[in-house]
């Protein structure tokens, strides 16, 4: 079994354009065969056919010949019976000769046709009537009337001889022309088994280079258990994307470490910076005035920003590290009431009119991730929405799922920006409105945090809305609840106790 791979390995194209020829040739080959058999039944054909239009033509004209020597012999003998002139015996002679002479080229074609023994006996009976005397002379003319009739049949026997010729060319072209179509069924056939074979040889590692690409694209593949087998370009790529997949996973356990370090580093100036600014509206300091207070509480609103920012990162980092789902029977209304009173400040200033639904309405979620969904949802509509504008919140209960809508006025997002508008950092084309700038993670994050509950979050098309985010949850049995061993993290990134699901 060794030595069989080995001898493979050995015989197998070392590049794909040796491959590529290697397909052609071995195509072509059956192909070639079939047009050189052809030929071959062609040539021996048209060989046949021109003897047998040359014999035909010969053997006519031979059979023609004798007939009409055969009418000039009764004649120049009747000439003589009549003017007794010995110059007329001399040509008769000399017909008769002529007469042997295509008599013997004739019984070689028909040697076992009766007439023409027939015609040769009565050619020597009247070939001796120049030595008979006059009167006998005379006497034996009836002689060429049998004579005449047995050179007919055998010009007649001629022409069949050449109608059995022609037949047999006819079935001989038949029995080629079946042997030819049986080749080119066979040789046709082992050429398409060919051409799959190796377009199956060519196409196989692209594809297993297509599925490696596609994996390393979804984070789904980093390592291939079993190399690609096949010409060396292919394999050389292979060896590409092992090194690539590798290096993207040292890129992402990098960029993971940065952003827990990041977000660590910032939280910690910045908590200081807020409780600075707390300490200062208090009146520690002394009295401030209107100006001051002013700047003081845009001082506090651009700090609390950045926090949100800085906790969206983290959410960002925790939810690709799988973090498991802990569930709660909640009451929806007040949950999303919770997360507007954190809001409650940005709405007034935005000057934004809200309106949501009334409870109570329960459902079994995890508390922090569908909070992270509705607070990033909020917040999406108060940086982007409309100036005075209007938020609605609304939610319906059905059997196996809870469906949630946070709908604003404002500019609509760009049909463009669709496809892409739940990917980690990306940022459309909508400016956001305020001082600081999107981190472009806040709807990848409150995406993930729908999956993370099996749910879906989609941008959907409102009658009323310019914007309307639909967030679906389907109802999962405490069975269906994933609760790994690994220690839940806060967003400092230490280590609290899990909560169980309820």
Same mark, same amino acid.
């Given at each position: 079994m060794?030595?069989?791979?080995?001898?493979?390995r050995?015989?197998?194209?070392?590049?794909?354009?040796?491959l590529?020829?290697?397909a052609?040739?071995?195509?072509m080959l059956?192909?070639?065969?079939?047009?050189?058999?052809?030929?071959?039944?062609?040539?021996?054909l048209?060989?046949?056919?021109?003897?047998?239009?040359r014999?035909?033509?010969?053997?006519?004209?031979?059979?023609?010949?004798?007939s009409?020597?055969?009418?000039?012999?009764?004649?120049?003998?009747?000439?003589?019976a009549?003017?007794?002139?010995?110059?007329?015996l001399?040509?008769?002679?000399?017909?008769?000769?002529?007469?042997?002479?295509l008599?013997a080229q004739? *019984?070689? &074609?028909?040697?076992? /046709?009766p007439? $023409?023994?027939? #015609?040769? !006996?009565?050619?020597e009976?009247? =070939?001796? +009537?120049?030595?008979?005397?006059?009167?006998?002379?005379?006497?034996?003319?009836?002689d060429?009337?049998?004579?005449?009739?047995?050179?007919?049949?055998?010009?007649?026997a001629?022409?069949?001889?050449?109608d059995?010729?022609i037949?047999?060319?006819?079935?001989?072209?038949?029995t080629?022309q079946?042997?030819?179509?049986?080749q080119?069924g066979?040789?046709?056939?082992?050429?398409?088994?060919?051409?799959?074979?190796f377009t199956?040889?060519?196409?196989r590692?692209?594809r297993?280079?297509e599925? *490696?690409? &596609?994996?390393?694209? /979804?984070g789904? $593949?980093t390592? #291939?258990v !079993?190399?690609?087998q096949?010409? =060396?370009? +292919?394999?050389?790529?292979?060896?590409?994307?092992d090194?690539?997949?590798?290096r993207?996973?040292?890129?992402?356990a990098?960029?993971q470490?940065f952003?827990?370090?990041?977000?660590?580093?910032?939280?910690?100036?910045l908590?200081?910076?807020?409780?600075?600014?707390?300490?200062?509206a208090?009146?520690?300091?002394?009295e401030?005035?209107?100006?001051?207070?002013?700047i003081?509480?845009?001082i506090?609103?651009?700090g609390?920003?950045l926090?949100?920012?800085?906790?969206?990162?983290?959410?960002?980092?925790l &939810?690709?590290?799988?973090?498991?789902? $802990?569930l709660?029977?909640?009451?929806?209304?007040t949950?999303?009431?919770?997360?507007?009173?954190?809001?409650?400040?940005?709405?007034?200033?935005?000057?934004?009119?809200?309106?949501?639904?009334d409870?109570?309405l329960?459902?079994q979620?995890?508390?922090t991730a569908?909070?992270?969904i509705l607070?990033n949802?909020i917040?999406n509509?108060?940086?982007?929405?409309?100036?005075?504008?209007?938020?609605?919140?609304?939610?319906r209960?059905?059997?196996d799922?809870?469906?949630?809508?946070?709908a604003?006025s404002g500019?609509?997002?760009?049909?463009?920006d669709r496809?892409?508008?739940?990917?980690?950092?990306?940022q459309?084309?909508?400016?956001?409105?305020?001082?600081?700038?999107g981190?472009g993670?806040g709807?990848?994050v409150?995406?993930?945090?729908a999956?993370?509950?099996?749910?879906?979050?989609e941008?959907v098309?409102?009658?009323?809305f310019?914007v309307?985010?639909?967030?679906?949850?389907?109802?999962?049995?405490?069975?269906?609840?994933t609760i790994?061993?690994?220690?839940?993290?806060?967003?400092?990134g230490?280590?609290h106790?899990r909560k169980?699901?309820s």
């Amino acid at each position: 079994m060794v030595m069989t791979h080995r001898v493979s390995r050995r015989w197998r194209p070392r590049s794909l354009l040796q491959l590529v020829l290697l397909a052609f040739l071995m195509v072509m080959l059956p192909l070639g065969v079939l047009m050189f058999q052809a030929g071959q039944a062609l040539a021996e054909l048209s060989r046949l056919a021109d003897i047998s239009a040359r014999q035909a033509v010969e053997e006519t004209r031979r059979a023609r010949a004798l007939s009409s020597l055969a009418l000039e012999m009764e004649r120049g003998a009747r000439q003589y019976a009549v003017v007794e002139q010995d110059g007329l015996l001399e040509i008769y002679e000399e017909r008769v000769q002529e007469f042997r002479r295509l008599l013997a080229q004739q *019984r070689a &074609l028909l040697p076992d /046709d009766p007439d $023409v023994r027939a #015609v040769g !006996r009565q050619l020597e009976a009247l =070939a001796r +009537l120049p030595d008979l005397p006059f009167e006998a002379f005379r006497e034996r003319l009836v002689d060429f009337l049998p004579f005449a009739q047995h050179t007919e049949a055998m010009r007649q026997a001629t022409n069949r001889h050449i109608d059995a010729r022609i037949d047999a060319i006819r079935e001989r072209a038949e029995t080629v022309q079946a042997r030819l179509w049986l080749q080119t069924g066979a040789l046709v056939s082992a050429s398409l088994v060919l051409m799959l074979l190796f377009t199956w040889l060519i196409i196989r590692p692209v594809r297993q280079l297509e599925r *490696r690409i &596609l994996g390393i694209g /979804d984070g789904s $593949v980093t390592k #291939v258990v !079993r190399p690609i087998q096949g010409p =060396a370009e +292919l394999v050389k790529l292979d060896e590409r994307l092992d090194w690539l997949a590798s290096r993207l996973e040292e890129l992402e356990a990098q960029k993971q470490q940065f952003l827990r370090h990041m977000s660590h580093e910032l939280k910690t100036p910045l908590a200081s910076v807020r409780e600075g600014s707390s300490l200062l509206a208090d009146g520690v300091a002394g009295e401030l005035s209107p100006h001051q207070r002013e700047i003081l509480d845009l001082i506090d609103a651009s700090g609390g920003e950045l926090q949100r920012l800085i906790e969206q990162l983290l959410d960002y980092n925790l &939810l690709q590290h799988n973090q498991p789902m $802990v569930l709660e029977w909640l009451d929806i209304a007040t949950l999303i009431k919770g997360v507007l009173a954190k809001h409650r400040l940005a709405l007034q200033n935005k000057g934004m009119r809200v309106d949501c639904f009334d409870g109570p309405l329960r459902w079994q979620v995890d508390r922090t991730a569908t909070m992270r969904i509705l607070d990033n949802l909020i917040s999406n509509a108060i940086a982007y929405g409309e100036d005075a504008g209007k938020l609605e919140i609304r939610a319906r209960r059905h059997p196996d799922r809870l469906v949630i809508e946070v709908a604003n006025s404002g500019d609509p997002i760009a049909e463009e920006d669709r496809p892409r508008l739940f990917e980690a950092f990306y940022q459309g084309r909508v400016r956001r409105k305020g001082p600081l700038k999107g981190s472009g993670i806040g709807l990848s994050v409150a995406a993930d945090c729908a999956r993370l509950q099996n749910g879906n979050l989609e941008l959907v098309d409102d009658p009323h809305f310019s914007v309307c985010f639909r967030l679906t949850l389907p109802h999962i049995h405490d069975t269906e609840t994933t609760i790994h061993d690994k220690p839940m993290l806060d967003q400092a990134g230490r280590e609290h106790p899990r909560k169980t699901a309820s």
